[in-house]
């Protein structure tokens, strides 16, 4: 309501520079210098511009007082299914909170695919699908606050990269599972 009020005062303001140009122009530039004069162009691109100025805070200053006020919050509210037949019941639909495992796998999920493209893109491999520069990926992990193990298979080595997220009852844990020619990642529920 405040805005509103402060809006019409605006509009008020406008409309009489609107009415009386020259007190405008005096505000502005004339008290710089001495007998100086509006010109015609000025006085009427004053008068047009005020108007339009005026007409524009008193539209806004309707819309602030007739709406409603920004500080009260709506109660929730149930919906109905539209798609419900005329024959059978409406189904109510109300929202339900979110779910902590749901949420942590998420935040998993986005530390995991923060941290794959570091890892694969500073992964070295020989021929035999050998990670030739496990050190400098070993720091990497660990400035992750992450740890890697790799496993040597006879078709090369499979690197298990692992980061513990706590949540407000488990522990969910992004996994980058790598090797010379895949990298995946997912979100594993730990320990």
């Known amino acids: 309501m405040l805005l509103a009020i402060i809006l019409v005062l605006g509009a008020a303001w406008s409309f009489f520079i609107a009415a009386r140009p020259e007190v405008g122009f005096f505000l502005e530039e004339g008290w710089k210098f001495r007998d100086a004069e509006p010109s015609d162009l000025y006085l009427g691109?004053?008068?047009?511009?005020?108007?339009?100025?005026?007409?524009?805070?008193?539209?806004?200053?309707?819309?602030?007082a007739f709406s409603e006020p920004s500080g009260t919050v709506s109660p929730p509210t149930e919906r109905t299914d539209p798609s419900a037949t005329r024959s059978g019941p409406a189904i109510t639909v109300t929202a339900r909170p979110p779910d902590p495992e749901h949420e942590a796998k998420k935040r998993a999920k986005e530390q995991c695919q923060d941290l794959l493209p570091l890892i694969e893109d500073e992964?070295?491999?020989?021929?035999?699908?050998?990670?030739?520069?496990?050190?400098?990926?070993?720091?990497?992990?660990?400035?992750?606050?992450?740890?890697?193990?790799?496993?040597?298979?006879?078709?090369?080595?499979?690197?298990?990269?692992?980061?513990?997220?706590?949540?407000?009852?488990?522990?969910v844990r992004p996994l980058v599972t790598m090797t010379s020619s895949s990298a995946t990642c997912i979100a594993d529920k730990g320990d």
């Not at 691109?45 to 602030?64: D, N, Q, S, Y």
């Not at 021929?127 to 992750?144: C, F, K, M």
């Open 123 to 171: 992964s070295e491999w020989d021929q035999r699908g050998r990670l030739t520069n496990r050190d400098h990926i070993s720091s990497l992990v660990a400035y992750q606050l992450a740890t890697m193990s790799i496993a040597s298979r006879p078709d090369g080595d499979l690197v298990t990269i692992r980061s513990d997220i706590p949540t407000v009852d488990k522990w």
């Open 45 to 64: 691109v004053t008068r047009f511009g005020a108007a339009v100025t005026g007409i524009a805070l008193l539209v806004f200053a309707a819309i602030f």
